[in-house]
């Protein structure tokens, strides 16, 4: 599945690979009028081109809803780089055929770059051929595991109407807070650790193959927060339904009743 990913992305978008930046499309957004995005008090017709332009610890804001534009970020991992999108209660939508809604994808180096993508939707309505996992809301992989992309999803709403709503691959995600639904797992994570604070994750019951939350090889999902959470006793033979974090700051692991 990661080969196939990496090659259609390297098909789709050229084999460039750009140092902490972005490939751009030439299509992307040319015909914008109003401003996508903003770093600091700088202004870009697209959010390519702000994603082009951002720098480690900055931050892009979100002017308005985004749609039917397949978003994909390379960098490196050879230098820090940090970066937020806040979406701004706006929502990123993509319809496209096997097309995740945002795209994260890392390699070449031994630092671990990090995205943070808060305040906002991802949905995406894309349709998957025959077993392709390629329509998820938001996929996260690291391109040659010399390094593990961390994505940090804070008070964020992702679904996806033909595959998980997040596909981690040899990567981490840190849910600080979502409400994440999806056609066939909630979370899928593969080769690489999920931590959850809070969140609700849900499949239908009759369409799930795996469940709400899926580990797979190495991978494992947490749900022990800093600060307690309570969750279902059986929330790790929990499947097709849904699955819920609640994070309280004033429960302490070792309060006699943090369990």
Same mark, same amino acid.
């Given at each position: 599945?990661?080969?196939?990913?990496?090659?259609?992305?390297?098909?789709?978008?050229?084999?460039?690979?750009?140092?902490?930046?972005?490939?751009?499309?030439?299509?992307?957004?040319?015909?914008?009028?109003?401003?996508?995005?903003?770093?600091?008090?700088?202004?870009?017709?697209?959010?390519?081109?702000?994603?082009?332009?951002?720098?480690?610890?900055?931050?892009?804001?979100?002017?308005?809803?985004?749609?039917?534009?397949?978003?994909?970020? #390379?960098?490196?991992?050879?230098?820090?780089?940090?970066?937020?999108?806040?979406?701004?209660?706006?929502?990123?939508?993509?319809?496209?055929?096997?097309?995740?809604?945002?795209?994260?994808?890392?390699?070449?180096?031994?630092?671990?770059?990090?995205?943070?993508?808060?305040?906002?939707?991802?949905?995406?309505?894309?349709?998957?051929?025959?077993?392709?996992?390629?329509?998820?809301?938001?996929?996260?992989?690291?391109?040659?595991?010399?390094?593990?992309?961390?994505?940090?999803?804070?008070?964020?709403?992702?679904?996806?109407?033909?595959?998980?709503?997040?596909?981690?691959?040899?990567?981490?995600?840190?849910?600080?807070?979502?409400?994440?639904?999806?056609?066939?797992?909630?979370?899928?994570?593969?080769?690489?650790?999920?931590?959850?604070?809070?969140?609700? #994750?849900?499949?239908?019951?009759?369409?799930?193959?795996?469940?709400?939350?899926?580990?797979?090889?190495?991978?494992?999902?947490?749900?022990?927060?800093?600060?307690?959470?309570?969750?279902?006793?059986?929330?790790?033979?929990?499947?097709?339904?849904?699955?819920?974090?609640?994070? #309280?700051?004033?429960?302490?692991?070792?309060?006699?009743?943090?369990?």
């Amino acid at each position: 599945v990661s080969l196939k990913m990496r090659n259609k992305i390297t098909k789709r978008l050229g084999s460039l690979f750009l140092s902490a930046a972005l490939l751009l499309p030439a299509a992307a957004g040319a015909f914008a009028v109003e401003p996508q995005a903003q770093i600091g008090t700088t202004q870009y017709t697209t959010l390519w081109e702000a994603l082009e332009k951002v720098q480690d610890g900055q931050t892009i804001e979100i002017l308005r809803d985004i749609s039917n534009e397949e978003l994909t970020l #390379f960098c490196s991992c050879e230098a820090s780089f940090n970066i937020t999108i806040d979406l701004n209660d706006h929502t990123m939508y993509e319809s496209t055929t096997n097309s995740p809604g945002f795209s994260y994808i890392a390699g070449g180096g031994s630092v671990a770059p990090k995205v943070t993508i808060r305040d906002g939707t991802i949905r995406c309505t894309s349709k998957a051929t025959v077993g392709s996992p390629y329509a998820s809301g938001i996929w996260v992989e690291s391109m040659d595991r010399t390094c593990r992309p961390v994505l940090v999803l804070d008070n964020m709403t992702t679904s996806t109407a033909h595959d998980a709503g997040v596909n981690c691959i040899d990567a981490q995600a840190n849910v600080m807070g979502a409400a994440i639904s999806a056609y066939d797992d909630a979370i899928y994570a593969q080769d690489g650790p999920v931590y959850i604070q809070a969140g609700n #994750f849900y499949t239908p019951n009759d369409v799930s193959k795996n469940g709400a939350l899926v580990a797979k090889n190495k991978a494992t999902i947490s749900m022990t927060a800093q600060d307690g959470i309570i969750r279902p006793e059986n929330w790790q033979q929990q499947k097709s339904t849904l699955v819920r974090a609640i994070w #309280f700051k004033d429960v302490r692991p070792y309060d006699w009743f943090y369990d």
